[in-house]
């Protein structure tokens, strides 16, 4: 985020429910079914954060930030909420990050967002698809919504109940159900890429060369159209075929109109949120080694003088910059080296009676069990060195 110019924002982890049923429209499944919301002490309907698309922009317009600069880039991470029925992949509180881009309707923004997001996916290994679609904007969506929802009706007694309601509030979401009888009653349904205006276009094909431009692979997807009713243009998503029904790793688009609907000035935006569970579930099922949080060095201490000398010890080789354990339990020194042990620690430093009056202790490492005897005085530049 850093190399891409973005700055952290952080909201509340709730917002006044209208700020979600406003922002990401009354006819989602989002703010339909899955909201928490709850009424205050003071009588005010209050909801946890289902995502942070809608937060940012009342922050954005709260906060005049719009009136600084052309552009406005930022990033969050945290946790949202959403009650959906808990499976592999999909929980009640799960963690998001996220980035949005304010201020520009250039299609080099969409092109920037996907490929910041494909670069956090390369870095950390995980390979997935790309899904890209142009949703329109309100001058075609609303041509193309009439003559998919005379599709539909066409083909009306197939449809699941979800589909069949959704038909007349949220048509197109009908396109994007897992139900496969609605599925196979919409396999010839009319298109979106059929009724795109000259101008949504225009935008769509110059974000796809963008792409291409940057070797970032991706396959156009038409039935594409993301669970969330601000979007317009551009609507992208990352799949991976590691996370089963829940295949989403992160979506996002463009949402020229969000800012307007909030009370602010015209203002085009583009961005992009990632499930972090869901990173996790796919790191671990390629097998990533997560780095250990072992600890370079476990004082084991024998008796209550040197367990003094140890809590000391420990302080000061932590201010140091060493990542140093010790037992606070005055175990035996066995139990202290099993713990060692189960925590990988690089060395262990034991010290008891002998050690003490002897100002010097005995370094172990671990790996190979070869033993030194160290002085006090030396034992921090003799720990920071190579094991
Ligand atoms: P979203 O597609 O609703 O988009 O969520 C983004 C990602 O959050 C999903 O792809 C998924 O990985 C993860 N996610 C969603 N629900 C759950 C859940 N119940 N459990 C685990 N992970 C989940 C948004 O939220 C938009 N705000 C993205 C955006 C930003 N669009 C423009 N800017």
């Not at 928490?36 to 002490?41: A, Q």
């Not at 929802?149 to 066409?154: F, T």
């Not at 669970?227 to 029904?245: I, N």
Request: with cysteine; charged share 25%.
């Amino acid at each position: 985020m850093d190399l891409y110019g973005y700055g952290e924002i952080r909201t509340p982890i709730f917002e006044d429910t209208a700020v979600f049923a406003r922002g990401i429209g009354e006819e989602t499944d989002i703010v339909g079914k899955e909201m928490y919301s709850f009424t205050d002490k003071g009588g005010a309907s209050i909801t946890l954060r289902p995502e942070m698309t809608a937060p940012v922009i009342r922050a954005y317009i709260q906060h005049g930030m719009g009136e600084q600069g052309l552009l406005d880039k930022l990033w969050y991470m945290g946790p949202m909420f959403r009650q959906e029925r808990p499976q592999a992949g999909r929980y009640r509180q799960f963690h998001q990050f996220g980035f949005e881009c304010i201020g520009q309707s250039n299609p080099d923004c969409d092109a920037e967002i996907i490929a910041m997001a494909a670069e956090v996916y390369r870095r950390l290994d995980i390979t997935c698809t790309l899904k890209v679609n142009s949703v329109g904007d309100s001058l075609c969506r609303p041509v193309y919504r009439q003559v998919l929802r005379e599709y539909l009706a066409g083909v009306a007694e197939q449809l699941s109940p979800d589909s069949l309601r959704r038909m007349n509030t949220n048509p197109m979401r009908v396109l994007d159900s897992k139900d496969p009888a609605d599925r196979s009653a919409t396999t010839a349904a009319p298109v979106m890429s059929d009724f795109l205006c000259d101008a949504c276009r225009e935008h769509f094909n110059a974000v796809l060369s963008k792409l291409r431009m940057l070797d970032i692979d991706f396959c156009v997807d038409p039935t594409l159209v993301r669970g969330l009713d601000y979007y317009t243009r551009t609507a992208f998503e990352f799949v991976s075929t590691d996370l089963g029904s829940q295949d989403a790793l992160g979506g996002g688009g463009r949402y020229d109109g969000l800012v307007e609907q909030f009370g602010g000035k015209s203002t085009p935006a583009v961005g992009f949120a990632s499930g972090m569970e869901r990173v996790l579930i796919v790191m671990e099922k390629n097998g990533y080694a997560f780095p250990e949080m072992s600890p370079d060095v476990y004082i084991i201490a024998l008796d209550a003088e040197s367990r003094s000398w140890a809590f000391k010890t420990a302080i000061m080789l932590r201010t140091a910059g060493l990542r140093v354990e010790l037992d606070y339990a005055g175990r035996s020194m066995k139990a202290q080296l099993r713990e060692a042990n189960r925590m990988k620690a690089v060395r262990v430093v034991i010290v008891g009676e002998k050690e003490m009056a002897e100002e010097k202790a005995i370094v172990k490492r671990m790996e190979d069990g070869m033993q030194t005897e160290v002085s006090f005085e030396e034992l921090h530049s003799a720990l920071s060195r190579q094991p």
